[in-house]
């Protein structure tokens, strides 16, 4: 069976600081990835999302994430965090053919001044 | 990316009623999803909602209790039956898009149940 595990239910960086958020995952076969961001009070935000081919991919404000199949991860990062990305971020998965999509118990970022 | 709006963006409901919960979308999509994000927790998908047909709901999810309606490739509705309060959630749906059915999500809709 397919998973998502996301190591950290918060996590919390100083501005300026590298963000790192960790994405794990379970799958027999090459799953597609992806990160969303949810912002206080509203929906979830697709951030970036890996299917075929480079396995870095890159995202919006400044986030990038890399697929690592030997490792079966998909962590997100940014260089510089900023105030802004103070959030609840999901990491999920979906696989080949079928349409469900798999969720991570998320985590929120906070960015102290 | 298509453009989801839903209606209501929140509501405070007694217990025993129902709430309908709309979703439009600025396109034409043939997968729609609703998903339940309990307070302080991820999401869990409801059911698929295609066009056309029955909706498929997942493990522990039942018709009776979340009816859906998809009349068209634009619109879709999700009722709360019979509300308790731990049907407290926020309530998503979402659209595939692309080659990937890419998933993008509606704003949501905030519901306390007292």
């Known amino acids: 069976a397919q998973s998502v595990t996301q190591l950290g239910s918060h996590v919390s960086v100083s501005e300026g600081a590298l963000v790192l958020l960790r994405c794990n995952y379970s799958s027999s076969v090459p799953p597609y990835l992806f990160w969303y961001v949810q912002y206080p009070n509203q929906g979830l935000q697709l951030l970036l999302k890996y299917t075929t081919g480079a396995t870095l991919v890159k995202g919006i404000n400044g986030f990038e994430a890399e697929f690592k199949k030997s490792e079966t991860s998909f962590h997100l990062t940014k260089p510089s965090a900023h105030m802004s990305d103070a959030a609840e971020y999901f990491c999920?998965?979906?696989?080949?053919?079928?349409?469900?999509?798999?969720f991570g118990a998320g985590t929120r970022l906070a960015v102290h001044p | 990316s298509a453009v989801i709006s839903q209606k209501p963006s929140r509501d405070i409901c007694q217990r025993g009623t129902s709430l309908t919960i709309q979703c439009q979308v600025d396109?034409?999509?043939?997968?729609m999803f609703w998903y339940r994000q309990q307070p302080g927790q991820s999401l869990t998908l409801i059911a698929t909602a295609n066009q056309g047909s029955e909706a498929t709901y997942e493990s522990g999810f039942v018709i009776d209790k979340f009816p859906i309606s998809r009349p068209n490739l634009t619109f879709s509705t999700l009722t709360v039956s019979n509300m308790s309060p731990e049907d407290s959630s926020i309530y998503l749906c979402?659209?595939?898009?692309?080659?990937?059915?890419?998933?993008?999500f509606g704003p949501g809709t905030r519901l306390t149940v007292l």
């Open positions: 396109s034409q999509v043939t997968m």
């Open positions: 999920a998965v979906k696989i080949g053919g079928y349409n469900k999509l798999i």
């Open positions: 979402s659209v595939g898009q692309g080659s990937t059915d890419t998933q993008y």
